[in-house]
């Protein structure tokens, strides 16, 4: 770590430097969000916003991010250094660059990353940047994610670094084929515009940065805000106590036959530094489950960072932390292994298993960070306009929060993932050919805990036009796992044409299912897990649930050992406290 | 053909062992197509070498060079990659297939695509070189997304070289024009002499081991104009035996040579008949209808109702249809839905011949 | 007759009156939290011993009293508003639980859930069910409304939230469900979503009605017990209290639409500042409020504050038009503390009135913004609040030394330097939040410093963000009380018409228009409206995206037609392009919601005459002290500066910088290169030098 030489004056400046960079991103991404088409842009809020930085040729670096879904940013540092790399010597200002592929600091295909480096000095490059999930990026199946798919080529178009604005003007030729290869071109095209924006708007302030401050005041500055974040987090890790810790997490399925696949971490912690080893992670799998190496990464530091909210993320962050992939592995796979449901499995049980490995050095900080959002996409042609569509619904898929020491699970997601909105309900039954018939909590799916997880969500909704379905699930069998003694979350499921002759239980995938006008779309999405002995959980705390029928009378009985007198609601102390003497059946959240 | 268009055509050959039937030719500055080496690919050709043409309307000269493999533009099917490049005093082409371009399936032949994107990646006009400097951002997209990248970069090279013999060939201009003149007259005069009268003729596609497949209907109208229609042929549908516009131009072309003498499927011979593929029907698939199979399955039904309804006007009569002569066989060596032995062999042929490249 | 405005802070009531429109008397006296109305009574006996008149004769003879309140800020924020019964559609009672997934923090797992407004047991499904073309897919289940508010009404349910699906596209379910409440449980409040924000998007709509059915009790009771406390001392004129759009409105509009008071407090000065801009010739302010605990941020463009409909308060959304008000935790009382990797942080934890800043000696011993001003000599020791309180500045630099200085191994002026500095860009920063970042250029905008703190600090964002002129009322520190007599009565309609723009009949939309007229003009009728306006505005978007534009529209006499909506696209498209860096022709311009601002323009109290003395340049200062200030490079250097005693300068003085005025209630900084000229309504209008 090499210490920058700042006087106090100077380190103010720094400072100063550095929140002006946290609202440039902040900018960044209300400009994306007021100006984008996709729902999954406005709606679901599926991108994030970074500024990175390039001295002299060096390493890029991230300094500042905002409203980041945590699998985006730090795999797009890997993006941004490639595109850096294949445009040596060949960038003007002006200049606006994309890539996507998954093999180039990507996570999977629909996720795009958009650059716009700004040259302050020769060999001073800030890059304002926006990665975000697009609809549709071409390949065999709308909305790429190809269950069947066993290449990369099946998920969608790979789109290697190319300059798509020169100088200010757009190049046209690019922007028609990448265009050509989605099958929403309007929308991604006001998408692809909205995130141009972004980063024209983030120039005009890096610029500005530059006139105030001076280039050179600016590139120490650089150097204080990532040894700054460096720092606090050797300060945060000398505080955990040496040793390795491990754990094996296992993802349901691989889409391909493989159930039960496992991730294997240990965590080394040796004065300031971490190491997160995957030796004994799975090889690489046949089906879209393998995770590029950006991706991975990403999931580990999401753990951390839930361990750590409040150190500020950029590239000093991750210097202390080394992460070992093994080639070949799930985790670290060679192109052109399917990588499609990366984020969602195996991100879900790297967060989780990683997390399972910090309980052990600190259980207060552990709870779930990870999100397991399930999915599926609809799409057809609409009988009224003629019009392709193709939708990717997250309210079926709202829960992950777990319990954490001090409060139960609350709201959708986890908080690393709280960045990713869900989308109005009305809204989405103007723009597609649904109703929505049920979105709410289910009793007795809350993992159980002193702290409880969030309940799972029941999710139904009734088709006003023919369309197929696509899901792929995971989390059904391994579910959230509880903390500290607290419960597994309630996991997930679909059921396709519920109550049909031909109704269909989904707990892996299903792939362009037919659904036809009437049909109904059951999901439960189940919350994350619980956090400490249930049976140490506060009765009247018990009772409030049962009050608001978060469980029943047997539920709390069985997963919180309280006895609840229905007729007089409220808590019988006395059978209560023989129940919990008794150990009770301590059986997980039914599913 | 030309001589240096025969060399063109062999120096290809060579280089894509895995496609017997490269085309080059030139078109005027417009993309107005002047001369051919083979009649197969008049119509799609000068579809492609207008719409590159359109698409780099400031900034193209001589030096420059864009691809096109989009069904929509002009290819028969994704694999189809048509090469446009800049030389003196006009256009040259040149066209081979490439054995992958991502999508569902190794080589563009997707029978389970529900759409275009599923049979591959569609670059509807994509520069390659600029000043006569390769583009390397236009030849690392066309590289990612193929399963044979190398095989692609060798498809692309000797497509640039072929497209030399542009210039040599563009140096006869006035013979070429002059050419164009009369193989327009003779395509006239060949039609002049079919019966006046409106002819209209049904074929269904024929898929090997399945049901027979939607209907090609063509009606022939000779009258002061020559009209030939397709608007009344069945929907496009999900299955990949969508024509577009441009193949089913070409086949058409092709048809009217083999049936009506005197004609030529020579550049100018759109002067003397109108084709309309219709619209949204199978003969005129628009965006999003898959294609892979219909260069050899719809072909064949649609040079039967050609042949069918040129008999009925007093062309030649003929015995054996196209298909019955050429097409199924090819459509055999390429894929064969109750044989996937061929094909196993064609794609491990080709991965073997990707990966050779590794030795060099 | 008298007209009276009074702003309920936290720390201190402010109050203004005026008497026939002309002499004004104006002062603070302390808040009495929890007891708001003492406060209250203790000003008007302030200005009855001012005018020198007994309290019922001056009350007899007020025609209006004007509020600014923070009663229903500090509802929500402690959670003591009414108990309430949310009414929704069946299967979706957990909207307001999963909040569209938002959470304050992106990565604080251990972030607790928001207190609840209405608990899951009191969130009642009913059977009904509206389709979003508005036909009724599911009838009411009036049986099951009829039986809860049975129920609930023996629980203890005094106010009813009813939010059902799709409800702006048919309303019928919702009326007849309160026809049912008003049967069955007559003396308890009920919040329609489709009355209090009648647009799509559930959540947005019902957060916005729980609020509302939350707080509009508490101000009913409130406002009631304060009319009757008024009323037995011999008041018998209007009470009229500021909401959080700006306009004013009857107290009792607030029992109905309680939710509209929540920025009540800080609007007067919003509405002061466009107000005083206009007045100045500037019609563009960036409007900045300093107190002790924070740092209000607010934009008026064009003599008219801006507003949004998307806020956030107290961790609820709330929908309505609000004046964008962006608040920052930057106040004299803010504190500063070092962070774990021994940066300098300020705020936004704040000292408040006890124990304060450790200047104030009642305790406090941690560093605050106020102890910085002083230790750089900013503020002085004996006349600060208009000499009713001293300063320690020992204890001030004890606290910064040893809680800053030592610890980073630097001197105490070094210290105060990095905190001013911090301080100084977080301020910065919240005025670019809502200039720069939303497409405004802050050098088009004089920036008009009020409340206690600001005016110390302007000099240094006019610099920062490249502002020329800088506006400090006498009255700074009260002027809010003083925006309050200056507000409109106000009342913000929305309708939502989802059509593209190219499929809109303009005769439909001319006829929803005259209908929310009609249905609420009668709200801002009174005897001392002059005039009442109608301001439509269209919100527009490109089919797809889901954030809007609200385009105001330039309707003559014929309502709208072609020319109108033409006209309105373009400047949507002209706005988002300036906001956003594009615009795309290509895609067809959508309508989301239609709004109409029904405005009853009220006779003013005139800003108070001065006259010119013509005193120039010759206005001698009071005294010379040592300061260290801000130099072009971001040091700090050490400089003799002027000191003037406010109360000695009279319009038409000029004083030039480096320098400090001592007003009342707030204290002016003039750097090198600034020159302030006090206008005729007590105004310093201070030119600053070339930004750095």
Same mark, same amino acid.
């Given at each position: 770590?090499?210490?920058?030489?700042?006087?106090?004056?100077?380190?103010?400046?720094?400072?100063?430097?550095?929140?002006?960079?946290?609202?440039?991103?902040?900018?960044?991404?209300?400009?994306?969000?007021?100006?984008?088409?996709?729902?999954?842009?406005?709606?679901?809020?599926?991108?994030?916003?970074?500024?990175?930085?390039?001295?002299?040729?060096?390493?890029?670096?991230?300094?500042?991010?905002?409203?980041? +879904?945590?699998?985006?940013?730090?795999?797009?540092?890997?993006?941004?250094?490639?595109?850096?790399?294949?445009?040596?010597?060949?960038?003007?200002?002006?200049?606006?660059?994309?890539?996507?592929?998954?093999?180039?600091?990507?996570?999977?295909?629909?996720?795009?990353?958009?650059?716009?480096?700004?040259?302050?000095?020769?060999?001073?490059?800030?890059?304002?940047?926006?990665?975000?999930?697009?609809?549709?990026?071409?390949?065999?199946?709308?909305?790429?994610?190809?269950?069947?798919?066993?290449? +990369?080529?099946?998920?969608?178009?790979?789109?290697?670094?190319?300059?798509?604005?020169?100088?200010?003007?757009?190049?046209?030729? *690019?922007?028609?084929?990448?265009?050509?290869?989605?099958?929403?071109?309007?929308?991604?095209?006001?998408?692809?515009?909205?995130?141009?924006?972004?980063?024209?708007?983030?120039?005009?302030?890096?610029?500005?940065?530059?006139?105030?401050?001076?280039?050179?005041?600016?590139?120490?500055?650089?150097?204080?805000?990532?040894?700054?974040?460096?720092?606090?987090?050797?300060?945060?890790?000398?505080?955990?106590?040496?040793?390795?810790?491990?754990?094996?997490?296992?993802?349901?399925?691989?889409?391909?036959?493989?159930?039960?696949?496992?991730?294997?971490?240990?965590?080394?912690? $040796?004065?300031?530094?971490?190491?997160?080893?995957?030796?004994?992670?799975?090889?690489?799998?046949?089906?879209?489950?393998?995770?590029?190496?950006?991706?991975?990464?990403?999931?580990?530091?999401?753990?951390?960072?839930?361990?750590?909210?409040?150190?500020?993320?950029?590239?000093?962050?991750?210097?202390?932390?080394?992460?070992?992939?093994?080639?070949?592995?799930?985790?670290?796979?060679?192109?052109?292994?399917?990588?499609?449901?990366? %984020?969602?499995?195996?991100?879900?049980?790297?967060?989780?298993?990683?997390?399972?490995?910090?309980?052990?050095?600190?259980?207060?900080?552990?709870?779930?960070?990870?999100?397991?959002?399930?999915?599926?996409?609809?799409?057809?042609?609409?009988?009224?306009?003629?019009? #392709?569509?193709?939708?990717?619904?997250?309210?079926?898929?709202?829960?992950?929060?777990?319990?954490?020491?001090?409060?139960?699970?609350?709201?959708?997601?986890?908080?690393?993932?709280?960045?990713?909105?869900?989308?109005?309900?009305?809204?989405?039954?103007?723009?597609?050919?649904?109703?929505?018939?049920?979105?709410?909590?289910?009793?007795?799916?809350?993992?159980?805990?002193?702290?409880?997880?969030?309940?799972?969500?029941?999710?139904?909704?009734?088709?006003?036009?023919?369309?197929?379905?696509?899901?792929?699930?995971?989390?059904?069998?391994?579910?959230?796992?509880?903390?500290?003694?607290?419960?597994?979350?309630?996991?997930?499921?679909?059921?396709?044409?519920?109550?049909?002759?031909?109704?269909?239980?989904?707990?892996?995938?299903?792939?362009?299912?037919?659904?036809?006008?009437?049909?109904?779309?059951?999901?439960?999405?189940?919350?994350?897990?619980?956090?400490?002995?249930?049976?140490?959980?506060?009765?009247?705390?018990?009772?409030?649930?049962?009050?608001?029928?978060?469980?029943?009378?047997?539920?709390?009985?069985?997963?919180?050992?309280?006895?609840?007198?229905?007729?007089?609601?409220?808590?019988?102390?006395?059978?209560?406290?023989?129940?919990?003497?008794?150990?009770?059946?301590?059986?997980?959240?039914?599913? | 053909?030309?001589?240096?268009?025969?060399?063109?055509?062999?120096?290809?050959?060579?280089?894509?062992?895995?496609?017997?039937?490269?085309?080059?030719?030139?078109?005027?500055?417009?993309?107005?197509?002047?001369?051919?080496?083979?009649?197969?690919?008049?119509?799609?050709?000068?579809?492609?070498?207008?719409?590159?043409?359109?698409?780099?309307?400031?900034?193209?000269?001589?030096?420059?060079?864009?691809?096109?493999?989009?069904?929509?533009?002009?290819?028969?099917?994704?694999?189809?990659?048509?090469?446009?490049?800049?030389?003196?005093?006009?256009?040259?082409?040149?066209?081979?297939?490439?054995?992958?371009?991502?999508?569902?399936?190794?080589?563009?032949?997707?029978?389970?695509?529900?759409?275009?994107?599923?049979?591959?990646?569609?670059?509807?006009?994509?520069?390659?070189?600029?000043?006569?400097?390769?583009?390397?951002?236009?030849?690392?997209?066309?590289?990612?997304?193929?399963?044979?990248?190398?095989?692609?970069?060798?498809?692309?090279?000797?497509?640039?070289?072929?497209?030399?013999?542009?210039?040599?060939?563009?140096?006869?201009?006035?013979?070429?024009?002059?050419?164009?003149?009369?193989?327009?007259?003779?395509?006239?005069?060949?039609?002049?002499?079919?019966?006046?009268?409106? #002819?209209?003729?049904?074929?269904?596609?024929?898929?090997?081991?399945?049901?027979?497949?939607?209907?090609?209907?063509?009606?022939?109208?000779?009258?002061?104009?020559?009209?030939?229609?397709?608007?009344?042929?069945?929907?496009?549908?999900?299955?990949?035996?969508?024509?577009?516009?441009?193949?089913?131009?070409?086949?058409?072309?092709?048809?009217?040579?083999?049936?009506?003498?005197?004609?030529? @499927?020579?550049?100018?011979?759109?002067?003397?008949?109108?084709?309309?593929?219709?619209?949204?029907?199978?003969?005129?698939?628009?965006?999003?209808?898959?294609?892979?199979?219909?260069?050899?399955? %719809?072909?064949?039904?649609?040079?039967?109702?050609?042949?069918?309804?040129?008999?009925?006007?007093?062309?030649?009569?003929?015995?054996?249809?196209?298909?019955?002569?050429?097409?199924?066989?090819?459509? @055999?060596?390429?894929?064969?839905?109750?044989? /996937?032995?061929?094909?196993?062999?064609?794609?491990?042929?080709?991965?073997?011949?990707?990966?050779?490249?590794?030795?060099? | 007759?008298?007209?009276?405005?009074?702003?309920?802070?936290?720390?201190?009531?402010?109050?203004?009156?005026?008497?026939?429109?002309?002499?004004?008397?104006?002062?603070?006296?302390?808040?009495?939290?929890?007891?708001?109305?003492?406060?209250?009574?203790?000003?008007?006996?302030?200005?009855?011993?001012?005018?020198?008149?007994?309290?019922?004769?001056?009350?007899?003879?007020?025609?209006?009293?004007?509020?600014?309140?923070?009663?229903?800020?500090?509802?929500? /924020?402690?959670?003591?508003?009414?108990?309430?019964?949310?009414?929704?559609?069946?299967?979706?009672?957990?909207?307001?639980?999963?909040?569209?997934?938002?959470?304050?923090?992106?990565?604080?797992?251990?972030?607790?859930?928001?207190?609840?407004?209405?608990?899951?047991?009191?969130?009642?499904?009913?059977?009904?069910?509206?389709?979003?073309?508005?036909?009724?897919?599911?009838?009411?289940?009036?049986?099951?409304?009829?039986?809860?508010?049975?129920?609930?009404?023996?629980?203890?349910?005094?106010?009813?939230?009813?939010?059902?699906?799709?409800?702006?596209?048919?309303?019928?379910?919702?009326?007849?469900?309160?026809?049912?409440?008003?049967?069955?449980?007559?003396?308890?409040?009920?919040?329609? $979503?489709?009355?209090?924000?009648?647009?799509?998007?559930?959540?947005?709509?019902?957060?916005?009605?729980?609020?509302?059915?939350?707080?509009?009790?508490?101000?009913?009771?409130?406002?009631?017990?304060?009319?009757?406390?008024?009323?037995?001392?011999?008041?018998?004129?209007?009470?009229?209290?500021?909401?959080?759009?700006?306009?004013?409105?009857?107290?009792?509009?607030?029992?109905?639409?309680?939710?509209?008071?929540? /920025?009540?407090?800080?609007?007067?000065?919003?509405?002061?500042?466009?107000?005083?801009?206009?007045?100045?010739?500037?019609?563009?302010?960036?409007?900045?409020?300093?107190?002790?605990?924070?740092?209000?941020?607010?934009?008026?463009?064009?003599?008219?504050?801006?507003?949004?409909?998307?806020?956030?308060?107290?961790?609820?959304?709330?929908?309505?038009?609000?004046?964008?008000?962006?608040?920052?935790?930057?106040?004299?009382?803010?504190?500063?503390?070092?962070?774990?990797?021994?940066?300098?942080?300020?705020?936004?934890?704040?000292?408040?009135?006890?124990?304060?800043?450790?200047?104030?000696?009642?305790?406090?011993?941690?560093?605050?913004?106020?102890?910085?001003?002083?230790?750089?000599?900013?503020?002085?020791?004996?006349?600060?609040?208009?000499?009713?309180?001293?300063?320690?500045?020992?204890?001030?630099?004890?606290?910064?030394?040893?809680?800053?200085?030592?610890?980073?191994?630097?001197?105490?002026?070094?210290?105060?330097?990095?905190?001013?500095?911090?301080?100084?860009?977080?301020?910065?920063?919240?005025?670019?939040?809502?200039?720069?970042?939303?497409?405004?250029?802050?050098?088009?905008?004089?920036?008009?410093?009020?409340?206690?703190?600001?005016?110390?600090?302007?000099?240094?964002?006019?610099?920062?963000?490249?502002?020329?002129?800088?506006?400090?009322?006498?009255?700074?520190?009260?002027?809010?009380?003083?925006?309050?007599?200056?507000?409109?009565?106000?009342?913000?309609?929305?309708?939502?018409?989802?059509?593209?723009?190219?499929?809109?009949?303009?005769?439909?939309?001319?006829?929803?228009?005259?209908?929310?007229?009609?249905?609420?003009?009668?709200?801002?009728?009174?005897?001392?409206? %002059?005039?009442?306006?109608?301001?439509?505005?269209?919100?527009?978007?490109?089919?797809?995206?889901?954030?809007?534009?609200?385009?105001?529209?330039?309707?003559?006499?014929?309502? *709208?037609?072609?020319?109108?909506?033409?006209?309105?696209?373009?400047?949507?498209?002209?706005?988002?392009?300036? /906001?956003?860096?594009?615009?795309?022709?290509?895609?067809?311009?959508?309508?989301?919601?239609?709004?109409?601002?029904?405005?009853?323009?009220?006779?003013?109290?005139?800003?108070?005459?001065?006259?010119?003395?013509?005193?120039?340049?010759?206005?001698?200062?009071?005294?010379?002290?040592?300061?260290?200030?801000?130099?072009?490079?971001?040091? #700090?250097?050490?400089?003799?500066?002027?000191?003037?005693?406010?109360?000695?300068?009279?319009?038409?003085? +000029?004083?030039?910088?480096?320098?400090?005025?001592?007003?009342?209630?707030?204290?002016?900084?003039?750097?090198?290169?600034?020159?302030?000229?006090?206008?005729?309504?007590?105004?310093?209008? *201070?030119?600053?030098?070339?930004?750095?």
């Amino acid at each position: 770590m090499t210490e920058t030489r700042l006087d106090q004056g100077e380190l103010i400046t720094a400072e100063i430097i550095r929140n002006s960079l946290e609202t440039v991103c902040k900018e960044l991404s209300a400009t994306v969000e007021n100006t984008a088409l996709s729902p999954i842009f406005t709606l679901n809020h599926d991108y994030s916003c970074g500024v990175f930085y390039s001295g002299d040729g060096g390493q890029v670096q991230l300094l500042a991010r905002d409203q980041a +879904v945590p699998v985006h940013i730090f795999a797009s540092l890997d993006s941004v250094q490639i595109m850096f790399e294949t445009f040596p010597d060949d960038i003007r200002e002006g200049d606006v660059f994309l890539v996507t592929d998954p093999y180039m600091g990507g996570t999977h295909c629909p996720d795009w990353t958009i650059i716009r480096p700004v040259t302050v000095a020769p060999g001073v490059t800030f890059l304002t940047c926006v990665r975000g999930h697009v609809n549709d990026v071409g390949g065999p199946v709308p909305g790429n994610y190809n269950v069947n798919a066993r290449d +990369v080529w099946q998920e969608g178009f790979r789109i290697p670094p190319v300059r798509i604005v020169s100088a200010g003007e757009h190049v046209g030729d *690019i922007w028609e084929t990448i265009l050509a290869n989605t099958r929403l071109p309007a929308e991604v095209r006001g998408d692809l515009m909205a995130m141009v924006g972004a980063c024209q708007v983030g120039e005009r302030r890096i610029r500005e940065l530059a006139r105030k401050y001076g280039v050179e005041m600016l590139r120490r500055s650089v150097d204080y805000i990532v040894d700054y974040s460096e720092k606090r987090l050797r300060a945060t890790i000398a505080e955990w106590p040496d040793g390795s810790y491990e754990h094996t997490g296992y993802v349901d399925h691989d889409f391909a036959g493989n159930r039960d696949v496992p991730v294997r971490v240990k965590v080394t912690v $040796s004065g300031e530094e971490v190491v997160v080893d995957f030796d004994g992670t799975s090889g690489e799998v046949p089906g879209f489950i393998n995770s590029p190496t950006g991706n991975t990464i990403s999931q580990v530091f999401t753990a951390l960072t839930a361990l750590c909210p409040d150190i500020p993320i950029n590239s000093g962050f991750f210097r202390p932390v080394s992460v070992v992939l093994h080639p070949q592995t799930m985790v670290n796979p060679d192109p052109p292994a399917p990588v499609g449901n990366c %984020t969602l499995t195996p991100g879900t049980t790297i967060i989780d298993t990683v997390m399972k490995a910090f309980e052990q050095i600190r259980p207060e900080l552990v709870g779930t960070a990870a999100v397991d959002m399930n999915g599926a996409r609809c799409f057809g042609v609409s009988a009224a306009t003629g019009r #392709y569509w193709v939708s990717s619904d997250l309210a079926a898929t709202a829960m992950s929060a777990g319990g954490a020491r001090g409060t139960d699970g609350w709201g959708g997601w986890a908080a690393t993932f709280c960045a990713l909105n869900l989308p109005p309900l009305e809204m989405f039954e103007l723009q597609f050919p649904w109703e929505y018939v049920l979105d709410e909590y289910a009793r007795d799916t809350a993992a159980p805990g002193r702290w409880r997880g969030a309940p799972a969500i029941h999710y139904r909704r009734r088709h006003t036009d023919q369309m197929r379905c696509t899901i792929y699930n995971g989390g059904a069998r391994n579910t959230l796992v509880g903390y500290a003694g607290g419960g597994d979350g309630a996991g997930n499921y679909w059921v396709i044409r519920e109550g049909e002759a031909d109704e269909m239980t989904v707990t892996e995938s299903c792939y362009a299912e037919p659904l036809s006008v009437g049909s109904l779309l059951f999901a439960q999405s189940g919350g994350g897990g619980g956090w400490g002995d249930p049976f140490e959980r506060e009765p009247a705390a018990v009772l409030d649930d049962w009050l608001d029928d978060i469980v029943s009378t047997d539920g709390a009985r069985r997963d919180y050992g309280v006895v609840i007198d229905p007729a007089r609601q409220e808590v019988d102390l006395e059978a209560t406290r023989r129940q919990r003497a008794g150990g009770g059946s301590r059986s997980p959240a039914a599913g | 053909m030309r001589p240096a268009f025969a060399a063109a055509v062999a120096q290809i050959r060579e280089a894509c062992p895995w496609d017997p039937d490269p085309v080059v030719a030139v078109a005027d500055g417009e993309g107005r197509l002047l001369s051919a080496s083979d009649g197969r690919g008049v119509a799609s050709l000068e579809s492609v070498a207008r719409f590159v043409r359109r698409s780099f309307a400031a900034d193209w000269g001589p030096g420059s060079a864009a691809v096109s493999n989009d069904p929509f533009v002009g290819a028969a099917d994704i694999c189809e990659m048509t090469l446009v490049s800049a030389v003196p005093d006009g256009l040259a082409l040149a066209r081979v297939r490439v054995p992958d371009l991502g999508g569902f399936d190794f080589g563009g032949v997707a029978p389970g695509a529900l759409d275009v994107w599923g049979e591959g990646a569609r670059f509807p006009a994509l520069r390659i070189a600029i000043d006569a400097g390769q583009r390397a951002e236009g030849r690392a997209l066309l590289r990612l997304n193929s399963r044979t990248p190398r095989l692609l970069d060798r498809a692309l090279d000797a497509l640039g070289e072929a497209a030399a013999c542009g210039a040599e060939v563009l140096g006869e201009r006035s013979a070429l024009e002059s050419e164009r003149l009369e193989a327009a007259a003779a395509a006239s005069a060949a039609l002049g002499a079919l019966r006046p009268g409106t #002819y209209a003729a049904e074929v269904e596609i024929d898929v090997p081991g399945q049901p027979p497949g939607p209907a090609v209907r063509a009606a022939l109208t000779v009258g002061e104009e020559i009209e030939l229609s397709f608007s009344e042929s069945d929907p496009a549908v999900e299955r990949p035996l969508n024509s577009t516009a441009p193949l089913t131009t070409d086949c058409s072309l092709a048809e009217i040579e083999s049936g009506v003498a005197g004609f030529r @499927a020579a550049p100018g011979a759109l002067e003397a008949i109108s084709v309309d593929a219709g619209a949204g029907t199978i003969a005129g698939a628009e965006l999003p209808a898959t294609t892979s199979l219909a260069r050899f399955l %719809t072909e064949g039904a649609i040079r039967a109702a050609v042949q069918d309804v040129l008999r009925q006007a007093g062309g030649a009569e003929r015995t054996t249809t196209w298909w019955e002569a050429e097409g199924s066989q090819a459509f @055999a060596q390429l894929i064969d839905p109750a044989d /996937l032995r061929l094909r196993a062999e064609r794609v491990a042929w080709l991965v073997e011949l990707e990966q050779g490249d590794d030795d060099d | 007759m008298y007209r009276v405005g009074i702003d309920v802070g936290g720390t201190f009531t402010d109050y203004v009156a005026s008497r026939d429109g002309g002499r004004m008397v104006s002062g603070k006296t302390p808040s009495t939290p929890g007891r708001e109305n003492v406060a209250v009574l203790n000003a008007i006996e302030r200005i009855a011993a001012a005018y020198e008149s007994p309290l019922a004769q001056l009350l007899g003879e007020t025609e209006v009293i004007n509020f600014g309140t923070t009663v229903a800020t500090n509802a929500m /924020l402690e959670h003591k508003g009414a108990r309430v019964a949310l009414l929704g559609t069946e299967g979706f009672r957990d909207i307001i639980e999963l909040r569209r997934g938002f959470k304050e923090s992106l990565t604080d797992i251990r972030l607790e859930a928001p207190p609840p407004i209405v608990r899951r047991r009191f969130r009642i499904g009913i059977s009904e069910r509206i389709g979003a073309d508005g036909s009724v897919r599911t009838p009411l289940a009036e049986d099951q409304v009829l039986a809860a508010v049975e129920r609930l009404k023996g629980e203890g349910i005094v106010s009813y939230a009813v939010c059902f699906m799709q409800a702006p596209a048919n309303p019928v379910h919702e009326r007849r469900c309160a026809e049912i409440i008003n049967q069955v449980h007559p003396e308890a409040h009920v919040s329609l $979503s489709t009355d209090v924000l009648n647009q799509i998007g559930e959540f947005e709509r019902l957060s916005t009605t729980l609020m509302n059915a939350y707080l509009s009790p508490v101000l009913r009771d409130y406002m009631a017990r304060l009319l009757d406390e008024l009323g037995e001392r011999g008041f018998g004129g209007r009470l009229l209290v500021m909401q959080s759009n700006g306009g004013t409105a009857e107290a009792s509009e607030l029992g109905r639409l309680g939710a509209s008071a929540l /920025l009540s407090g800080p609007a007067g000065g919003v509405v002061a500042a466009a107000s005083l801009g206009s007045a100045t010739e500037h019609p563009n302010i960036i409007g900045v409020d300093m107190g002790g605990t924070s740092y209000d941020v607010s934009l008026v463009r064009d003599g008219r504050p801006e507003v949004r409909t998307d806020a956030w308060a107290a961790r609820y959304r709330i929908g309505l038009s609000v004046l964008d008000i962006h608040t920052i935790g930057a106040g004299g009382g803010s504190i500063a503390w070092l962070d774990e990797a021994r940066a300098i942080q300020v705020g936004p934890g704040s000292a408040g009135a006890t124990p304060g800043p450790a200047c104030y000696g009642r305790g406090g011993e941690r560093p605050t913004v106020t102890d910085v001003n002083l230790v750089l000599g900013y503020l002085s020791e004996e006349n600060f609040i208009g000499g009713e309180m001293a300063l320690d500045r020992a204890a001030a630099e004890r606290a910064i030394r040893e809680q800053v200085a030592e610890p980073l191994g630097i001197d105490l002026v070094e210290a105060a330097v990095g905190i001013a500095r911090i301080v100084n860009s977080n301020m910065s920063n919240g005025i670019r939040y809502v200039s720069v970042a939303r497409g405004h250029d802050p050098r088009d905008f004089a920036l008009l410093a009020f409340g206690g703190a600001a005016a110390t600090h302007a000099p240094i964002q006019a610099r920062d963000l490249g502002i020329r002129t800088i506006l400090v009322p006498k009255s700074a520190g009260v002027l809010s009380a003083y925006g309050t007599l200056l507000s409109d009565l106000k009342v913000s309609t929305v309708a939502s018409h989802l059509s593209l723009i190219e499929d809109v009949d303009s005769g439909e939309l001319n006829e929803i228009f005259a209908d929310l007229w009609a249905r609420h003009r009668h709200a801002v009728e009174s005897s001392d409206v %002059t005039e009442i306006e109608r301001r439509l505005f269209f919100d527009l978007r490109y089919a797809g995206q889901v954030h809007e534009i609200t385009i105001p529209l330039e309707v003559n006499g014929a309502g *709208i037609d072609d020319a109108v909506l033409a006209a309105a696209v373009e400047a949507f498209h002209e706005q988002h392009e300036r /906001l956003y860096t594009f615009r795309l022709e290509h895609k067809p311009v959508e309508l989301m919601t239609l709004r109409q601002d029904i405005i009853g323009v009220r006779r003013k109290a005139p800003w108070k005459p001065g006259r010119a003395r013509g005193g120039g340049e010759g206005v001698t200062a009071s005294g010379r002290r040592v300061a260290w200030l801000p130099e072009r490079d971001g040091d #700090y250097a050490e400089t003799e500066i002027a000191v003037y005693d406010g109360a000695r300068i009279e319009p038409g003085d +000029v004083i030039a910088g480096p320098a400090v005025v001592g007003e009342d209630n707030t204290t002016i900084l003039l750097l090198r290169g600034d020159r302030a000229r006090v206008d005729d309504r007590g105004t310093y209008v *201070i030119d600053v030098e070339e930004p750095w």
